[in-house]
């Protein structure tokens, strides 16, 4: 979202209104990964205690949906950092720098993943609050804010797109049963993502006014704005640290997904990180899924997925 806003074509209204239907949604389809996580199990251990085939398939769709998204965040943070500061660099070595750091990171394990992102948000909360507070009297009093634009089609296709990157909630899905409140920790998730980007939403449109339709990175150029204090050197810092943690949990997750295929490979997360390189080149040369096809991975690999393996358990616990 720090990349690219806004977040779809709509009008701000629209946007913003989607963003909290998608939401609800996303409440909704948490529901069965919550129960598999409070027995101790997430879909993949529950899939490969069934049938190894069915198991097999669902762990390599998990991969490969996993895979796609590391790729794109890779391939636009890559693409941001090449606009933004270092218009020379190549992009295949941008990727390799990003991913090196980002195995290194996944070698260091999830606790110390956690902890950076922790750290991460703490200093992201404490930037935004003194961004806020400086951008106080230089709001743009435009009519990007307004009450128009809403429509029936522009809510769903603001929500479809809100809904198509939701890769966080198929990432959920598998680390929610290492939480000790699966249900709080979940809920909690959702509705820390909706509060931080509906105020990034506002607060970007609030300021930049009509300026936020046509700037290429929003986010990055509010930093100049007004009273900002140039804080765009601080959004690039958290912009890197935020990619590396992000791709670092991909790999992470990709490395475990591969050691249940291959429990003595060596080199899971180089491999992992080989993965994500690969499927970034779509993203660079074009060709993204449309929002409504991404948008249906995420309710597949999220909830339906997850729902099947949980009914699947009770079936075998009464048999």
Not at 174 to 185: I, Y
């Amino acid at each position: 979202m720090m990349t690219y806003f806004p977040l779809t074509d709509e009008s701000i209204p629209a946007t913003m209104l989607g963003i909290a239907l998608s939401t609800v949604v996303q409440c909704v389809l948490v529901i069965p990964v919550i129960l598999l996580a409070n027995s101790g199990r997430n879909v993949l251990s529950e899939m490969h205690s069934g049938t190894k085939i069915a198991g097999g398939i669902i762990a390599a769709c998990y991969f490969l949906y996993i895979a796609f998204v590391g790729g794109s965040s890779v391939s636009h943070f890559v693409i941001f950092v090449k606009d933004a500061f270092l218009e020379k660099v190549s992009i295949a070595v941008g990727i390799a720098a990003a991913l090196a750091v980002a195995v290194y990171g996944a070698y260091c394990g999830l606790r110390g993943i956690m902890r950076s992102s922790v750290i991460a948000v703490f200093v992201f909360a404490v930037i935004m609050i003194v961004l806020a507070v400086s951008s106080v009297g230089e709001t743009a009093s435009s009519e990007v804010l307004v009450y128009r634009g809403i429509t029936l089609k522009s809510v769903i296709s603001a929500t479809l797109t809100d809904l198509s990157r939701g890769g966080e909630l198929v990432i959920l899905s598998l680390l929610l049963f290492c939480t000790g409140k699966p249900r709080s920790a979940g809920y909690g998730y959702i509705a820390t993502r909706l509060v931080v980007t509906e105020g990034i939403v506002f607060l970007l449109a609030a300021v930049l006014g009509g300026y936020v339709n046509i700037a290429k990175y929003p986010f990055y150029a509010i930093g100049t704005f007004g009273n900002a204090l140039h804080l765009e050197g601080v959004f690039f810092v958290m912009w890197c640290v935020f990619a590396e943690i992000r791709l670092a949990l991909i790999v992470f997750l990709l490395g475990d997904i591969l050691s249940g295929f291959f429990p003595k490979l060596p080199a899971r997360l180089i491999l992992s990180g080989v993965a994500v390189a690969a499927c970034a080149l779509p993203f660079i040369f074009g060709g993204v899924s449309p929002s409504a096809l991404q948008a249906l991975s995420v309710v597949l690999l999220s909830a339906a997925v997850p729902f099947v393996a949980a009914i699947m358990g009770e079936k075998r616990k009464e048999a």
